[in-house]
């Protein structure tokens, strides 16, 4: 297409430190409204960044579409095929309430519903991932992965595997997380992965980006939105990393499809997968 995409992973480099700043001087210090539950938090600083990056994003590329977190409306706003920003002005809420510092803003652009440029920062740790489609990713001006972690080849016994418990914590989709948590970390000898470990970073973004980075095997996570995961995407697969369902035998997935499987690079990534899958005991939706 004749869109120029470095200039749009620059413009959003801009963005991203500028509200950065705005993030990282309010953290530790908000009150916070309860969105949908007590646990599903937003704060009036996830508002004020959304609004200062739609209404310059808005001005200077008039003609692209936007969809932010904050102004997503259920059933009424809908992703479609046109240049889209996707936006989470504060991915990691829970963290930026708590002083816990892995928050970022995670700024995508999709063409298609297929994300081609993202920006993810982390103004607390001044971690900056950015990818293009067709030039790689980086994490600040280190290529991606790092220290040429995908040599290593895929396997969930001895992986170090990224879940989130999310805000849903009641019904079907609680019970088959719980589920698969125990059944990837029980020992081999009573049918379980026997994963190394689990890590929870709390933010979608930061898990995907620890993935691309190959400083995590893999990320699990039924529950997200677009906005969670854009930007992130386009950092995984340019790292060499993939984005799969979260379900068992949905090789493919959209960005919009709520439910993923995130993996790094290497080899035996479908073997993988298939191992991953079959530690799930029903759908996640
Ligand atoms: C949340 C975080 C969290 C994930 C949730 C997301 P937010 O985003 O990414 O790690 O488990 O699914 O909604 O609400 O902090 O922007």
């Not at 259920?74 to 046109?82: H, I, N, Y």
């Not at 652009?109 to 067709?134: E, H, M, Q, R, S």
């Amino acid at each position: 297409s004749s869109i120029d995409l470095v200039l749009i992973k620059d413009t959003l480099v801009q963005l991203a430190h500028e509200a950065g700043e705005l993030i990282r001087s309010k953290s530790g210090n908000v009150t916070f409204d309860d969105k949908k539950n007590a646990v599903d938090l937003v704060t009036e600083v996830d508002k004020a960044v959304e609004d200062l990056v739609s209404t310059k994003l808005r001005a200077r590329f008039p003609s692209y579409q936007f969809m932010g977190e904050e102004t997503y409306v259920p059933g009424k706003t809908v992703l479609t095929d046109e240049p889209t920003f996707i936006v989470d002005p504060i991915d990691g809420t829970t963290n930026f309430i708590h002083y816990f510092p892995y928050s970022c803003i995670s700024l995508g652009f999709a063409i298609d519903k297929k994300p081609v440029v993202g920006v993810v920062y982390n103004p607390f740790l001044n971690l900056l991932y950015t990818g293009v489609k067709g030039s790689g990713s980086y994490l600040n001006d280190e290529k991606l992965p790092l220290r040429n972690s995908s040599a290593k080849p895929l396997s969930l016994q001895g992986a170090l595997v990224a879940i989130e418990w999310g805000s849903e914590r009641t019904g079907k989709n609680f019970e088959i997380k719980t589920q698969t948590f125990s059944s990837l970390a029980k020992d081999k000898s009573e049918g379980g992965a026997f994963a190394h470990g689990f890590r929870s970073l709390g933010s979608a973004a930061m898990n995907i980006c620890s993935v691309a980075a190959g400083n995590l095997d893999c990320y699990w996570e039924g529950g997200c939105y677009a906005w969670d995961v854009c930007a992130g995407w386009i950092i995984l697969e340019e790292a060499g990393g993939r984005m799969f369902g979260g379900n068992s035998n949905q090789w493919e997935t959209e960005v919009d499809s709520r439910v993923y499987l995130a993996v790094r690079g290497g080899h035996g990534q479908e073997e993988f997968v298939k191992d991953f899958w079959s530690h799930i005991p029903g759908e996640l939706s």
